[in-house]
C-alpha cells in the first residue's frame, strides 16, 4: 500500500491563493492627472510565490507595483497586508504615511534596475543600513549584512565600495539588502534590466532562490518575457488594467 499517498477524506482541502493571501490588491486605482495608470486592480499575492508583472511600456506595470508596496497611495480601493502575528490585516491606504513607512521598512524588501545604492559605502554597509534604521546595533547588523552577502556568494567582497563592484555584483548587494531584514514582500522593477543577458540570468537565479519562501513572496516587473517565464505566474497589465485574474 502506498502510505504517502494524501486521504482526500481525511486531509484538510488546499487553500485557495484567494484564502492563503499575504498582500491583495482590492479595485485599486492611481491617476496621474487625466492619465488613468492603474485601474480598478484585483491582486492576491500569497507566500512562497514568485509573480512577474508584465505589459507593454506605460500600460502601469511600476504603477501596480508601488501601489502595492505602498510607495504610492491607492487613490481608490484598498491594499491589504496580513499582520505576521496572524492577527488580521493592514490596509495601506488607510495609514498614515508613518505607520506605512514603518511597514516598508519591516515587512516589504526593494531591488531597483540601477540597485540604488549608496556608492560611498561598502557593500557591509548597504546591507547593514535597513537593519540600522529599524533600530538594530552597528554590531549586530554589520554581522548579519557579512552572513546575507557571504549567502549569497560574495565572500571577500564585503569590505568593497560599490563603484568597486561589477554590475552583477553590486545587484546581489542589492538583494542581499533587499533580504536581510527578512521581509514578508521583496519588490523588484526590472531588477535585471541594466545587466547583460548572462549575468542577467545569474541575478535572477539568485533572486528566485532566495526572494520566495515559505513565508515570503517575490513580486518582479519585467519586460523581459524570459524573466516572466521564470515565474510562477505573470500578471499582464494592458492600459492601467490587469488581464485575466490575478
Ligand atoms: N509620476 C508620474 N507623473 C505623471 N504620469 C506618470 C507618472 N508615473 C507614471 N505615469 C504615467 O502612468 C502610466 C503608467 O506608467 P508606469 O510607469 O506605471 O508604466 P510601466 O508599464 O511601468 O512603463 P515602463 O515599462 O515604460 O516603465 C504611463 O502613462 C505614465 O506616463
Redesign the pocket.
Known amino acids: 500500500m502506498d502510505t504517502t499517498r494524501v486521504d482526500p477524506t481525511t486531509s484538510p482541502p488546499a487553500q485557495s491563493r484567494e484564502q492563503r493571501w499575504l498582500l491583495q490588491a482590492r479595485g485599486a486605482g492611481k491617476s496621474?492627472?487625466g492619465?488613468r495608470?492603474?485601474i480598478d486592480a484585483a491582486v492576491s499575492i500569497a507566500p512562497g510565490e514568485s509573480v512577474a508583472i508584465t505589459?507593454?511600456?506605460?500600460?502601469?506595470?511600476?504603477?501596480?507595483?508601488?501601489v502595492l508596496a505602498g510607495i504610492l497611495p491607492a487613490e481608490h480601493g484598498g491594499v491589504f497586508l496580513r499582520r505576521g502575528d496572524g492577527s488580521g490585516s493592514d490596509n495601506l491606504v488607510a495609514l498614515s504615511d508613518a505607520a506605512r513607512s514603518a511597514i516598508r521598512l519591516r515587512r516589504f524588501g526593494f531591488v531597483f534596475q540601477q540597485g540604488l545604492l549608496l556608492p560611498e559605502l561598502t557593500a557591509t554597509e548597504n546591507v547593514a543600513l535597513p537593519l540600522l534604521l529599524a533600530g538594530a546595533s552597528r554590531a549586530v547588523a554589520n554581522t548579519r549584512a557579512v552572513a546575507e552577502l557571504q549567502r549569497l556568494g560574495l565572500a571577500g567582497l564585503e569590505a568593497r565600495r560599490i563603484g568597486q563592484l561589477s554590475g552583477g555584483q553590486a545587484q546581489r548587494v542589492a538583494i542581499a539588502r533587499a533580504l536581510v531584514a527578512d521581509p514578508s514582500v521583496i519588490f523588484a522593477d526590472?531588477p535585471t534590466g541594466a545587466l547583460d543577458s548572462h549575468t542577467a540570468e545569474e541575478v535572477l537565479e539568485v533572486l528566485l532562490a532566495t526572494g520566495p519562501d515559505a513565508h515570503r513572496a517575490l513580486l518582479i516587473?519585467t519586460?523581459d518575457a524570459q524573466v516572466a517565464s521564470r515565474c510562477d505566474r505573470v500578471i499582464r497589465?494592458r492600459d492601467?488594467r490587469i488581464e485575466g485574474a490575478a
Not at 505589459?55 to 506595470?61: A, D, E, L, N
Open positions: 496621474f492627472g492619465t495608470a492603474l505589459g507593454p511600456s506605460g500600460s502601469g506595470k511600476s504603477t501596480l507595483l508601488h526590472e516587473v519586460h497589465l492601467g
